[in-house]
């Protein structure tokens, strides 16, 4: 890669997908509910895969057929709901509204970094990670909704 903004671009997003990976396993090591285990376990190699295809993109092994985002749906929870501090042994509904926060500050993250680049492969490779995190927030406010207000028997 020789542009060497784009490079720090790349490198700062590695950066900040390693530090998502390492709060989900810590966020992991927390919690007793095995489902809520298993959505983090999830989340947390969604990062991990963040980062291979931010390295294989830094490395040349990536072109821009591979950067189209993706519409999700944005429920806006954790706009309007407060994370929960993180505590040993959360509430399955307090993990998945942590997460879902954390997943909006790097969709944040990403879109303000798109936001300021010129038209361009740079451009679009940040929008499909703002994009890939946003899929993730969808996910994570989907299982609070369905653990805070579970369905019942009588509808």
């Not at 519409?71 to 959360?90: F, G, R, S, T, W």
């Not at 307090?94 to 492969?121: C, N």
Request: aromatic share 10%; hydrophobic share 40%; glycine share 6%.
């Amino acid at each position: 890669m020789k542009d060497p903004k784009l490079l720090l671009l790349i490198e700062t997003a590695i950066q900040k997908e390693e530090e998502a990976f390492v709060f989900y396993m810590d966020l992991f090591s927390r919690v007793a509910d095995p489902i809520a285990k298993e959505a983090l376990k999830f989340v947390a190699g969604e990062e991990k895969k963040h980062k291979e295809f931010l390295v294989k993109y830094r490395d040349g092994g990536c072109g821009s057929s591979c950067l189209s985002p993706d519409q999700v749906v944005d429920y806006k929870i954790a706009e309007h709901l407060e994370a929960p501090d993180i505590q040993k042994n959360m509430e399955s509904k307090d993990v998945y509204l942590v997460a879902a926060h954390r997943e909006l500050a790097s969709y944040k993250f990403y879109w303000s970094l798109a936001g300021v680049q010129p038209e361009g492969e740079a451009k679009q490779m940040l929008i499909r990670m703002a994009q890939e995190e946003m899929r993730h927030k969808e996910k994570m406010e989907y299982l609070y909704s369905n653990t805070a207000f579970p369905q019942t028997a009588g509808g």
